[in-house]
C-alpha cells in the first residue's frame, strides 16, 4: 500500500507534465511571446512556476537550505528580463528538484499539520500541496495559450 506522499507525488509529477512537456518544444524566441496587451511573457511564467515552487518548498514545507529571490513576485509585473532559455530550464528543474525533495520527506501525519502563509492563510500542508499543484497547471495553461497565439 502507497503512503499519502508516494500518492501526492504521484498526482503533482503528472499533473507538472502540463507544464515540463512544454520546456521541450519552446524555442528562445518564443520567451518574449505574449497574448495581446497581457501583462506577462512565457518567460515571466516559466520563471514565475519555478519562483513559486521555491517558495513552497522553504515556507510550507520548512526547507530551510532553500535560498529563494522570488523576483516575479518582489517585481510584480514582467520587466521582460526572461529570456534565457537555459537559464530559466536550469531554474525550473532545480525548482523541481527542491521541492520534490522536501515533499518526499513527508510523513502521512505531516500532511495533516496545519500551516499559515500570508498568501493562502491556513491549510493543512495537503491543502497547500493542491495550490502548488493548481497554480503549476494554471500557468501551463496559459503558456500553451501563450505559444500558440502569442506575439511577439
Given at each position: 500500500m502507497k503512503t499519502k506522499t508516494e500518492i501526492l507525488v504521484e498526482l503533482w509529477l503528472e499533473a507538472r507534465t502540463r507544464f515540463s512537456n512544454q520546456l521541450e518544444y519552446i524555442s528562445e524566441s518564443d520567451l518574449s511571446k ?119
Amino acid at each position: 500500500m502507497k503512503t499519502k506522499t508516494e500518492i501526492l507525488v504521484e498526482l503533482w509529477l503528472e499533473a507538472r507534465t502540463r507544464f515540463s512537456n512544454q520546456l521541450e518544444y519552446i524555442s528562445e524566441s518564443d520567451l518574449s511571446k505574449r497574448l495581446g496587451d497581457a501583462p506577462n511573457s512565457l518567460g515571466f511564467l516559466i520563471r514565475h512556476i519555478g519562483d513559486v515552487e521555491l517558495l513552497f518548498a522553504k515556507n510550507v514545507f520548512g526547507d530551510k537550505s532553500v535560498q529563494v529571490k522570488a523576483k516575479t513576485l518582489i517585481d510584480q509585473r514582467d520587466t521582460g528580463q526572461w529570456t534565457d532559455l537555459e537559464s530559466l530550464k536550469t531554474y525550473v528543474t532545480e525548482s523541481f528538484d527542491k521541492l520534490l525533495s522536501i515533499v518526499q520527506e513527508q510523513s502521512d501525519i505531516d500532511w495533516e499539520t496545519t500551516i499559515v502563509t500570508r498568501e493562502f492563510g491556513t491549510k493543512t500542508k495537503a491543502e497547500a500541496f493542491g495550490r502548488i499543484v493548481s497554480h503549476t497547471v494554471y500557468h501551463a495553461g496559459q503558456m500553451a495559450i501563450v505559444l500558440k497565439y502569442g506575439k511577439r
